[in-house]
Antibody, heavy 119, light 108 residues
Framework: QVQLVESGGGVVQPGRSLRLSCAASGFTFINYGMHWVRQAPGKGLEWVAVMWYDGSHEYYGDSVKGRFTISRDNPNNTLYLQMNNLRVDDTAVYYC????????????WGQGTLVTISS | SYVLTQPPSVSVAPGQTARVTCTGNNIGSKSVHWYLQKPGQAPVLVVY???DRPSGIPERLSGSNSGNTATLTISRVEAGDEADYYCQVWDNSSDHWLFGGGTKLTVL
């Protein structure tokens, strides 16, 4: 079935780096734009980044621009989020999501991976 | 930057109709998408492009969008509809996707 599975979350100190992965299965990965969305504890959803289906375009939310980098490995059906210079307010559950008819809705979501930034 | 505003909470009795609003400047010119999220779970798309439903979403959930307000309507509300509901748009001036703050639906 169509599925997204995130991994790579954990506890890291402020200023350090972390890379998240999102493994896709059950659909033709290269046909879809892919997004990262995060949710701080007890808070709402915040869009983080997108990479177009072919990797030709990438955009970032204002709070992560210059620190986070989205990338994808189409042959291996995997989406990544490289997070550098992490801050306490980056603490959140990070979801990957599939975009439909970009710039459209997100129809498939992973279960999320928790990132905790703490000294 | 573009802002989406939702009421923090909406309460409704079982069997009644709940309406969750999402306001934004001339939001009627944008495509609005709606998600529900239950505690500890990932969001689920329930309405896209203002009023279309993904397969598996019941007809009791419907969407509309005009002027400065988009609305998610849930008819014949059930206890299982209790969730947080989020609206979303794409802002073409910034190439950003934006979410509203979310509305907690409580079934009395």
């Amino acid at each position: 079935q169509v599925q997204l599975v995130e991994s790579g979350g954990g506890v890291v100190q402020p200023g350090r780096s972390l890379r998240l992965s999102c493994a896709a299965s059950g659909f033709t990965f290269i046909n879809y734009g892919m997004h990262w969305v995060r949710q701080a504890p007890g808070k709402g959803l915040e869009w983080v980044a997108v990479m177009w289906y072919d990797g030709s375009h990438e955009y970032y939310g204002d709070s992560v621009k210059g620190r986070f980098t989205i990338s994808r490995d189409n042959p291996n059906n995997t989406l990544y989020l490289q997070m550098n210079n992490l801050r306490v307010d980056d603490t959140a559950v990070y979801y990957c999501a599939r975009g439909i008819d970009d710039p459209g809705a997100f129809d498939i979501w992973g279960q999320g991976t928790l990132v905790t930034i703490s000294s | 930057s573009y802002v989406l505003t939702q009421p923090p909470s909406v309460s409704v009795a079982p069997g009644q109709t709940a309406r969750v609003t999402c306001t934004g400047n001339n939001i009627g010119s944008k495509s609005v998408h709606w998600y529900l999220q239950k505690p500890g779970q990932a969001p689920v798309l329930v309405v896209y492009d203002d009023s279309d439903r993904p397969s598996g979403i019941p007809e009791r959930l419907s969407g509309s969008n005009s002027g400065n307000t988009a609305t998610l309507t849930i008819s014949r509300v059930e206890a299982g509809d209790e969730a947080d509901y989020y609206c979303q748009v794409w802002d073409n001036s910034s190439d950003h996707w934006l979410f509203g703050g979310g509305t907690k639906l409580t079934v009395l």
